[in-house]
């Protein structure tokens, strides 16, 4: 059975108790955000979020200093008199504003050199992880959802899944990104930054999360016209937990128990089957995501709709109300064909 949809966020505070004391209540406010960016919950957030927060006040710092200074030199502002025709004008010289400048000069060069030197020692910490990572998931961005597929020097561990990724908690996991059509990029915002998935190319990152919890993720390079509904989850669970959803994963799901089930296995292999795969039957298709363990996960359709009897039937009806320019077409199904085909899929656990 599926556990509860929530999505997972708090802030981690290492290293940086005055920032959070000064934002605590802003992090607060944006900790209900799925695409939370201000609160971590990984090894790599704890390195950048100090620095977003930095760069973020150093940026108002800047702004409100120059505003003053225009604001100062509009209101102070030397008076004009006119001279009466024919007068010479006094040749007189004035303080120089100069060491304005080059205090200026000197104060922002201090303050980017010391964003540079902060700035690079967090990309060094982020770009390893601490330890070597024991696990390696293959994601492949698709038009418009993500595949999942975790690696093994083991063949006989190697499985196929779409849209949801189970780590371990506490483990650094290693991600092997690749484009299938078009640049894609993989973003957990809590967990890690942005790494770009790219046709012909294999980019590497890496995520390690503190404590279980359902991180929302998202497409951020623009992929084509359903770009926004390209989502994806990340459940972190304890080394027990996940090692236990592997095994399941590596399972052929059960065979169907009712004469409507077996009828709705026939359907779908014959309507869905050259799309999807569903491992131990005859639906091998790889156009579309692996739906073997279909009813374990929260979402379907790359997290836009809650994966429940009547969404999976709006989905299957008509996919092109929902998701216009998707791969997947309005299926030419009568209501029997389907009702056989969604009670078939919802024993897929």
Not at 42 to 49: C, K, M
Not at 162 to 181: M, Q, S, T, W, Y
Not at 208 to 234: D, F, N, S
Not at 320 to 338: W, Y
């Amino acid at each position: 059975m599926r556990k509860p949809f929530a999505i997972a966020a708090g802030p981690k505070a290492v290293g940086w108790a005055c920032l959070c004391v000064v934002f605590s209540p802003v992090s607060r406010a944006f900790a209900a955000a799925p695409l939370n960016y201000l609160t971590s919950a990984g090894v790599q957030g704890d390195s950048v979020l100090p620095l977003t927060w930095g760069v973020t006040i150093i940026s108002i710092a800047v702004i409100v200093i120059i505003a003053i200074l225009v604001a100062g030199g509009i209101w102070r502002r030397p008076g004009l008199s006119v001279q009466p025709a024919g007068r010479r004008l006094p040749v007189e010289e004035k303080a120089s504003g100069l060491n304005w400048i080059w205090i200026g000069v000197g104060i922002s060069s201090l303050v980017l050199l010391f964003m540079v030197v902060w700035t690079m020692a967090v990309l060094a910490r982020v770009t390893s992880p601490p330890t070597r990572p024991a696990l390696t998931i293959e994601v492949t961005g698709h038009q418009w959802w993500w595949q999942v597929r975790y690696l093994s020097r083991d063949p006989a561990q190697i499985f196929t899944t779409a849209n949801e990724i189970h780590i371990p908690v506490g483990e650094p996991v290693r991600f092997k990104l690749v484009g299938a059509d078009v640049i894609h990029s993989f973003w957990i915002p809590q967990l890690g930054g942005k790494t770009d998935a790219i046709p012909g190319q294999t980019n590497e990152t890496w995520l390690e999360a503190h404590k279980p919890g359902i991180y929302r993720g998202q497409c951020t390079e623009y992929c084509g016209v359903q770009h926004a509904k390209m989502g994806m989850l990340l459940i972190a669970e304890s080394p027990g937990d996940f090692a236990a959803w592997r095994a399941h994963q590596l399972q052929s799901p059960a065979h169907p128990a009712t004469g409507g089930q077996w009828a709705g296995l026939a359907n779908f292999t014959a309507h869905c089957g050259a799309c999807h795969a569903i491992r131990g039957t005859d639906a091998a298709g790889m156009v579309g995501p692996d739906l073997s363990h279909l009813m374990q996960r929260h979402t379907i359709a790359a997290g836009i709709l809650p994966n429940d009897p009547a969404d999976l039937e709006r989905w299957i009806s008509d996919p092109q109300g929902i998701k216009p320019g998707a791969l997947m077409q309005k299926p030419e199904l009568s209501a029997n064909e389907r009702a056989s085909i969604i009670s078939y899929l919802e024993t897929l656990n």
